[in-house]
């Protein structure tokens, strides 16, 4: 991944000057699949020119894994890796929860799946801080019984611009102060799944959020918020190519031995009853292009496998390529044209995240090397003045003033 022009910041640039008065707001902006080489002058001007006026992780930051949407969207909220917080996929099967996926609304709205975690609007307002979220995994819920002051039902639909209005009109109602905010965009990601990273199709959809962050930043002048607002803006994850074809059906040979949890990239499956060798012997042994392990012995640096919702075997593909099942297969047939997913070794370059942070509590025209994202929440903690819940993270050096 090249080192792009805007990270080499000059000196003299410089963020807001903090105005006397109360604490700064917080606004955490997730652009989804962002990564941090789609971060050009030409394609990004706003988020470039915050990046030279604050601090920027030049190589990006680390996801955890899986690096997959859920899982680290939650694990920036509450500084915990998702084996410690409980949301390890996108996809779960439990017992007496039953099943949880991103678009299934029974799911996300159930306060049980995310109740292993406290994520920071939580903390925020047990301490008497409003917050508002514009979207975020986990805040459709009430999370230990409290809901933000102000919160949206996610719309994949609604444009990133309008977004941006629902948060500002937050702002304008009277009495509404808020000390933390969320707002997230997923363009970038479904244009990257959809055509891959780096095509016209995906700088396209950077435009896009880039256009619409300028008018939050506009619209924060307007309100008189000028050295009043830390912007802290973060993806999920990165984004890797995939060419046509490359699917692994891990049951063509024995179709029916396991049950598939969750597939992609980071898959997981559960064994059958009566039929535990059986699954094994299928998912333990040498794979092209994918390596599979028990749950308990997943290598330690992923720090996944603890937790009892992570099925019994864990299998991760090489960069590149998909996993799945027969019955899979025939529910979503291989793609005939290059795609994009994400999902791999937390470690893989691809998956490195945009990260920068701007505003009168930050350092200005600074960068910092490669951090873990589950530092994130203990910046953010420290940036809306409350006392982080501890958890796997600590405050990443060189960010703040």
């Known amino acids: 991944m090249a080192v792009i022009a805007v990270l080499v910041v000059s000196a003299c640039a410089t963020a807001p000057a903090r105005q006397p008065g109360p604490r700064p707001m917080t606004i955490l902006v997730s652009i989804d699949g962002f990564r941090p080489d789609y971060l050009t002058v030409k394609d990004a001007p706003t988020l470039s020119r915050l990046a030279a006026e604050g601090v920027v992780a030049s190589g990006g930051m680390r996801p955890s894994y899986p690096s997959l949407t859920f899982p680290n969207h939650y694990t920036l909220v509450t500084g915990k890796r998702p084996d410690h917080h409980g949301i390890v996929n996108n996809n779960m099967d439990v017992p007496v929860l039953g099943t949880f996926s991103l678009g299934k609304a029974e799911a996300v709205t159930d306060r049980r799946w995310w109740d292993q975690a406290e994520p920071l609007w939580v903390t925020a307002e047990n301490a008497g801080i409003k917050t508002g979220t514009m979207f975020w995994p986990g805040s459709e819920a009430a999370i230990q019984g409290v809901r933000p002051t102000r919160w949206s039902k996610f719309d994949h639909d609604m444009p990133s611009a309008q977004r941006v209005d629902v948060l500002l009109g937050w702002l304008d109602e009277p009495g509404f102060t808020p000390g933390f905010a969320t707002l997230y965009f997923d363009v970038v990601d479904t244009a990257g799944h959809g055509f891959a990273p780096g095509t016209p199709e995906v700088m396209a959809a950077v435009k ?3 256009t619409a962050l300028s008018r939050l930043l506009d619209g924060l002048k307007a309100r008189g918020l000028d050295g009043r607002v830390n912007l802290v ?10 060419p046509p074809g490359q699917v692994i059906v891990v049951d063509a040979a024995d179709p029916g031995a396991v049950k598939l949890v969750s597939g992609g990239p980071a898959a997981g499956f559960n064994l059958l009853p ?12 040498k794979h092209d292009h994918m390596t599979c392990w028990r749950k308990a012995d997943v290598p330690k640096r992923l720090a996944y496998g603890t937790n009892a919702r992570v099925p019994a075997i864990v299998c991760m593909a090489d960069i590149g390529w998909l996993i799945s099942d027969t019955a899979g297969v025939a529910r979503r047939p291989p793609s005939t044209k290059m795609t994009g997913a994400h999902g791999y070794d937390n470690a893989a370059i691809e998956m490195r995240a945009l990260f920068l942070a701007w505003g009168p509590g930050v350092r200005s025209g600074a960068t910092v090397g490669t951090f873990d994202n589950v530092d994130v929440y ?3 903690a420290r940036l809306v003045g409350v006392t982080p819940v501890k958890g796997d993270g600590r ?7």
């Open 274 to 285: 009566g039929q535990e060798a059986r699954g094994e012997a299928l998912l333990l042994k």
């Open 395 to 401: 405050l990443p050096s060189g960010v703040l003033r």
């Open 208 to 210: 896009d959020v880039d």
């Open 378 to 380: 203990v910046l953010l």
């Open 233 to 242: 803006i973060v993806a999920d994850h990165g984004m890797a190519p995939v």
